[in-house]
């Protein structure tokens, strides 16, 4: 199991729900797009420096977004 299998992720709804495209929250965090859709589509993991950017930039919390899949 590769750690991007271990960890799900709400991203997409969460930016979604707030109506922000790839690119703006890419903008917001200080990431490329693709890095955006990567972490989307749990093929990259993020660091914990941009997993609480992300926070941050939805306004909540990392384990709103993030969650061990199990």
């Known amino acids: 199991?590769?750690?991007a299998?271990?960890?799900?992720n709400r991203l997409r709804e969460l930016r979604a729900r707030d109506g922000i495209t790839q690119a703006e929250l890419a903008e917001r965090v200080g990431v490329t797009r693709k890095t955006i859709n990567t972490v989307e589509n749990r093929v990259f993991v993020p660091s914990t420096i941009l997993a609480l950017k992300l926070a941050a930039a939805?306004?909540?919390?990392v384990e709103?977004?993030?969650q061990l899949a199990g």
């Open 5 to 8: 299998d271990a960890l799900a």
């Open 64 to 66: 709103e977004i993030f």
């Open 1 to 3: 199991m590769s750690s």
């Open 58 to 61: 939805l306004g909540v919390t």
